[in-house]
Nanobody
């Protein structure tokens, strides 16, 4: 069992920044991948960014150049730095991990961007 705890969400004006954190209960070095997803009201959950075990990161087209995903292996934590936020970025953001133990989700953190 892997526990993921997100933090850092909140209310921000358009153009502002937030940094989300996701702390894992185990060593993230053992994970095949960790990712950030988001789900806006009435929409399907979508991938925002993902880091695979080799270290490469992939971003959704809608956030490229604005969001940066990083990790701190010593703290077993991944981050999502979100800059130049837009109202369309409003959603619940979820952390996800995939490993030999299975697939796990965090509880989500709300991000609201006002215009």
């Amino acid at each position: 069992q892997v526990q993921l705890v997100e933090s850092g969400g909140g209310l921000v004006q358009a153009g502002g920044s937030l940094r989300l954190s996701c702390a894992a209960s185990g060593s993230i070095l053992s994970f095949n991948a960790m990712g950030w997803f988001r789900q806006a009201p009435g929409k399907q959950r979508e991938l925002v960014a993902i880091i695979i075990s080799g270290g490469s990161t992939t971003y959704a087209d809608s956030v490229k150049g604005r969001f940066t995903m990083s990790r701190d292996n010593a703290k077993n934590t991944v981050y999502l730095q979100m800059n130049s936020l837009k109202p369309d970025d409003t959603a619940v953001y979820y952390c996800h991990s995939a490993s030999r133990l299975g697939s796990f989700w965090g509880q989500g953190t709300q991000v609201t961007v006002s215009s």
